[in-house]
């Protein structure tokens, strides 16, 4: 079976293998600092955040130094993931991400941020990053179920996730959806819901992430899972292969699959502890879907 993972999207693109720098903006988010709520998604971890952060240029050096045994070819996805990128002061983030794209070894820039966090002004500012380099927007929509996003403590509802997609579709830019299996309350059905609702959109989706839901220590998700284990469905390596298999066979050809599970920090990590045998996960999935 056809697989449009992100190494051929981007070998497609620009020739050559293309590796993420992770970034920090030093942001925040909204439902973290009361804006509308607090203690972020029950499945997040607190860490340091808003904090003094390293200048971008300092900071995509050591992110280059850390993989430069696996790459010769100088490609990079300048990626900002931690929190909400778009939330706080426009033009000190703005800055950082001019900084990001115009790096010489950048060849696209990547922004993780929340629906609720996108107006027009960020519009018009993606929109002039764009027309530099390819730029993606992701937005952590996880269900389309508005009855589990209130006890992720997602802060938003499935209304504003739909016209923040529509409008950045809108303006040209690419998004890429987070979708997370076993949430509290779901099973299978709910992420196929999920997965079905992003491919019938008025604008095609151009990526997903699929999430297996990580159980992290120090999380409200990990108090919740010590009381009641059952609060959540824990996939077998196997069971949850075979489902990710059919979301991809469920998504248009030209949807490109950014990453198939979650990836918990290792220190932190209760639940499935399966995921940290990254090789062992990634050569059953390819047997798996070659198999199709």
């Given at each position: 079976m056809f697989y449009h993972s992100l190494d051929y999207e981007m070998k497609k693109q620009f020739g050559k293998k293309v590796y993420r720098l992770a970034l920090d903006a030093g942001c925040t988010c909204p439902n973290r600092d009361g804006k509308?709520?607090?203690?972020?998604?029950?499945?997040?971890?607190?860490?340091?955040?808003?904090?003094?952060?390293?200048?971008?240029?300092e900071q995509i050096e050591a992110a280059k130094e850390k993989i430069k045994a696996k790459t010769k070819d100088n490609a990079y996805i300048a990626y900002f993931q931690s929190h909400t990128n778009?939330?706080?002061?426009?033009?000190?983030?703005?800055?950082?991400?001019?900084?990001?794209?115009?790096?010489?070894?950048?060849?696209?820039?990547?922004i993780g941020t929340r629906p609720d966090c996108i107006d027009d002004e960020w519009i018009l500012v993606l929109k002039e990053l764009n027309d530099i380099?390819?730029?993606?927007?992701e937005l952590g929509l996880q269900t389309i179920n508005d009855e589990t996003a209130?006890?992720?403590?997602?802060?938003?509802?499935?209304?504003?996730?739909?016209?923040?997609?529509?409008?950045?579709?809108?303006?040209?830019?690419?998004?890429?959806?987070?979708?997370?299996?076993?949430l509290p309350g779901e099973n299978d059905e709910d992420v196929i819901k999920t997965v079905e609702y992003?491919?019938?959109?008025?604008?095609?989706l151009d990526g997903i992430k699929i999430h297996n839901?990580?159980?992290?220590?120090?999380?409200?998700?990990?108090?919740?899972?010590?009381?009641?284990?059952?609060?959540?469905?824990?996939?077998?390596?196997?069971?949850?292969?075979?489902?990710?298999?059919?979301?991809i066979k469920m998504l248009p050809k030209e949807t490109v699959v950014?990453?198939?599970?979650?990836?918990?920090?290792?220190n932190l990590l209760i639940s499935p502890l399966w995921i940290t045998d990254k090789k062992r996960v990634q050569n059953s999935f390819r047997k798996l879907i070659n198999e199709q």
């Open positions: 509308c709520g607090f203690g972020g998604c029950i499945f997040c971890a607190e860490d340091s955040y808003a904090k003094s952060v390293l200048p971008v240029l778009t939330y706080g002061d426009i033009n000190r983030i703005k800055g950082m991400f001019y900084e990001a794209i115009n790096y010489p070894e950048t060849v696209a820039l990547s380099k390819p730029v993606w927007v209130k006890l992720l403590n997602r802060g938003y509802n499935l209304d504003v996730f739909e016209k923040a997609y529509n409008k950045l579709k809108a303006a040209g830019i690419s998004v890429i959806v987070h979708v997370i299996a076993g992003l491919t019938k959109l008025p604008y095609a839901l990580n159980i992290l220590k120090g999380t409200a998700l990990a108090s919740l899972y010590e009381k009641d284990k059952s609060i959540v469905k824990e996939y077998s390596m196997e069971e949850y292969l075979l489902l990710v298999v059919k979301l950014h990453r198939i599970t979650g990836d918990g920090p290792r």
